[in-house]
């Protein structure tokens, strides 16, 4: 049974911070511990900036409260963030999770190579499938594919639309970020007369600064904040932008957060993207049609399962003796990292054709006595 057994943090990010910028030997460590706690045929680990999932080929999921420990989770505080998908349910969100819409920057391809990386790692590791390598290979195609037909970093006119509404009176304004929707907010607000500001942390990119508005230095704003009536927040960064260091700098300020995940904490009270209530038909249709087609790659993924042939056996051999000795490997001296991932490559590489060779002389063999 196909699994995923997830942590979405998206609504505070914090947690997963130091997990995020784990080196590759701690991944690899934290993987290895939940695989041999839980004993899967099969198991990958996905890190990304919000989210924490372990894909799981096996009679039942990877255990909530292992990968907690293994992560270093508080169980109390990570039960709020728990989720668990099976079967069709869990094909189907690989594949909407690679095309990026489910990220907290909507449509970003970011997520591709997250993705292409939780497949590396599964496979040196020796902990993957043919089924689930497969899966995962797919799922990135299936974003790439998506990517050549259709435009999937998309905003609507509505948010600057709305944004503008709640910032009327509100003559001094500063845009903290650089992307679509940050620019497309501080155009319009440009276009009805406010004093724009924009404030970005890549001060190689102030290019990216519309026609009209200033520059801040991203160091300089909080001694911007005492010279404007708002702030709109619109980064696709995982820290916060303002925090309650700033409270005596922002009285009487509107606050407006549109970043997922938030730039703004809670106790600063500021108006976020789901409060706007707006209509999105932009982004609605291209959820809806990426949606559709997820979960018709979905159905082709199980069906082309019913097809195993002596390839994907030799596979999951190969994935098996690499995971037999890949202890043995990683500690032998003298060899980089990537050395002994070149190793371990060509051991299940051999196995395989070894696999393959021996499978054809035995068939023949059975051949020649019928």
């Known amino acids: 049974m196909l699994s995923v057994v997830g942590f979405d943090y998206m609504d505070d990010v914090s947690a997963l911070r130091g ?204 001694k911007h904040l005492g010279v404007v009536d708002a702030v709109v927040s619109a980064s696709s960064g995982l820290y916060y932008t303002l925090d309650k260091n700033d409270i005596p700098y922002l009285e009487g300020k509107k606050l407006i957060d549109l970043a997922v995940p938030y730039d703004i904490p809670d106790e600063l009270g500021p108006v976020r993207l789901a409060d706007l209530d707006i209509r999105t038909p932009e982004r609605d249709e291209l959820v809806s049609f990426v949606s559709a087609e997820a979960g018709k790659r979905a159905e082709a993924y199980f069906s082309s399962l019913s097809f195993l042939d002596v390839g994907v056996r030799a596979e999951d051999v190969a994935l098996e003796t690499v995971r037999r000795l890949h202890g043995h490997v990683w500690e032998l001296d003298g060899l980089t990292v990537e050395q002994k991932k070149d190793l371990l490559d060509s051991i299940g590489d051999s196995v395989r054709k070894a696999y393959i060779s021996k499978e054809r002389v035995f068939q023949n063999t059975k051949k020649s006595l019928e």
């Open 19 to 222: 997990i995020y910028g784990l080196p590759v030997g701690r991944r690899q460590e934290i993987e290895k511990r939940v695989y041999r706690e839980n004993r899967p045929e099969a198991m990958a680990m996905l890190v990304t900036c919000t989210r924490i999932e372990f894909y799981c080929c096996a009679n039942r999921p990877v255990s909530f409260e292992s990968a907690e420990r293994a992560l270093g989770l508080n169980h109390l505080e990570a039960r709020s963030h728990r989720y668990l998908l099976e079967k069709t349910d869990a094909a189907t969100h690989v594949y909407m999770l690679s095309s990026g819409i489910l990220s907290p920057l909507f449509g970003e391809d970011t997520i591709v190579s997250q993705i292409s990386e939780a497949l590396g790692r599964s496979i040196s590791l020796g902990q993957g499938s043919s089924a689930l390598n497969r899966l995962l290979s797919d799922a990135v195609s299936f974003s790439r594919d998506l990517r050549r037909t259709r435009r999937m970093r998309v905003f609507d006119s509505s948010i600057p639309e709305r944004t503008a509404q709640l910032l009327e009176g509100s003559s001094r304004v500063l845009v903290i970020g650089s992307g679509e929707l940050a620019r497309g907010v501080a155009a319009l607000l440009v276009e009805k007369g406010h004093d724009v500001s924009m404030t970005l942390r890549d001060v190689g990119k102030t290019f990216l600064v519309v026609p009209g508005a200033r520059t801040v230095a991203y160091d300089d704003r909080r």
